[in-house]
């Protein structure tokens, strides 16, 4: 038996074994091409024409929500109440929930202003509220709102 001939029939062999053991259908899996997740957008602020960036970003069965501020006359209690307003239609556009977010993160324009800015935050994302990160923000947040809140959840 020529070489090329002994080459083909232990081939055979080899891939008729993987079938039979599974290994070839894993070998088989792995190689197939997957669709390239992509990238969803909403709520895109433009300036000058040119897009600044987007109210919320979706990647796989994630939502980023961009910072919300309140950008009116009032104290810490009703910007915030304001603000999870804000998150929390960004997220039912995005189709999620208050429910459904992992992590929070609040900055706030005076430390001194932490106790009311709980008091308004309590209870608003549900029986198992999401890991939270609170800083007050040097200079102040942008928009003279008192407070912004962004949040990163799932669909």
Do not use: W
Not at 20 to 37: M, V
Not at 92 to 108: D, H, I, R, T
């Amino acid at each position: 038996m020529n070489t090329e001939k002994r080459r083909s029939l232990l081939k055979r062999l080899v891939a008729s074994v993987a079938g039979i053991a599974g290994i070839g259908t894993a070998a088989n899996a792995a190689k197939a091409p997957e669709a390239t997740p992509q990238k969803e957008v909403g709520d895109v602020v433009m300036h000058q024409d040119v897009p600044l960036f987007s109210g919320h970003t979706k990647f796989n069965n994630l939502v980023f929500v961009a910072g919300k501020g309140a950008h009116f006359e009032g104290d810490i209690t009703a910007h915030t109440k304001h603000v999870l307003d804000e998150v929390e239609k960004e997220l039912q556009k995005a189709g999620s929930s208050m429910e459904k977010v992992l992590k929070v993160n609040v900055y706030l324009h005076d430390l001194n202003d932490y106790k009311a800015m709980n008091e308004a935050y309590r209870g608003r994302f549900g029986n198992k509220p999401p890991v939270r990160t609170t800083v007050a923000v040097y200079g102040g947040v942008p928009g003279d709102s008192l407070v912004e809140i962004d949040c990163i959840a799932y669909v």
